[in-house]
């Protein structure tokens, strides 16, 4: 049978290993909407997970789904909510002392959105450039470029000379 | 690794909270009794798995037998539970449950479905009348192994086969969990 092939393991185990993961990248790549992003991403993972061909890089599917998932309420909430007004990221306001370091945050959601979602899923997310790049749909050499364009501006901001 | 991208990987929020999935296709849980801990697990309303295996072992061979998409979800374990409960404080003598033997090959099949019927409660039988009751009397020592496999523990009684010279020889569980079970058994 084709399900003996793939030998997926129990989806408990995926959850187990991998939802703080998940939830960090929700909340870094969606601020106050983090939350109901990473429940939307798990429940789309549960509903394919029986479908999956495969049982490798399950981690990496599991954070371009998030990510996906990021990205299409961020466009949702465009109109109604300009990235430069109200920062996804709550650095401000009430939330604000739940993040730590707020300076680094409120410069990376200054950052145009492909930069920021790229670092984010870079090294938030640990995904090296080809898993950036399947989470972007883009190519490796893209994402190395969205990742170092936006840390030149971040050290810039920041006043950080680290290399 | 730069100290900006370490700074960046050492986002680390407070209050993060797992995700709240559907029925699952296969529920566990992990249920503490007198004789051990016990895997407990259903799948279209039918009892799995009652096992003292460990959870990645079981969890493992549920998902490729029945479906992958196992959870760790008590509430539909709650009528599993509370008869367990019941049987092993000596109030209950039968489960009303089904089972499901999908861990099971076709000959431990033959040997356990049947197994609340040729055995009865505060009784002990022999691996060799078991192999006598599914009309393959040379087969003692298959039958043996079978209900070593039973991966419906406590339910489907296997505690109550014993060797032929009244030796308790074996169980998943321990002989101390055999000994308790036919134990509380008598005293019932």
Redo the contacts between chains.
Sequence with gaps: MV??KV???????L?DAH??D???LA??MAGQDG?DV??RA??KA?AA??TLTSAKNLRSWLLTITARCATDVHRARKPQRPLDEAPPVAVDGPEAA????PD??RA?NELPERQRFA??L???G?LDHHGVAAALDTTPAASRRLVSDA?AT??TK?G?H?? | MTDLESRLNRLDTPGLRPPVLPDADVAYTLHDTPIGTLLLAVAGGRVVASSFGDEETMTTRLARAVSPRVLRQPRPLDDVRRQLDEYLSGVRRAFDVEVDLVLATPFQRLVLNDLPTHTSYGATTTYGAVASDIDKPKAARAVGTALGANPVCVVLPCHRVVGANGALTGYAGGLDAKRFLLNLEAKS
Excluded: S
């Design positions: 399900r003996e030998g997926l393991p129990p989806f408990q185990a959850i939802w703080r998940v939830a960090r909340r870094a939350d990473a429940q798990w429940e549960y997970y029986p739940a993040w730590p370091d680094l945050w990376v670092i984010t870079k090294y938030v640990d840390l971040l050290r920041l950080v680290d290399d």
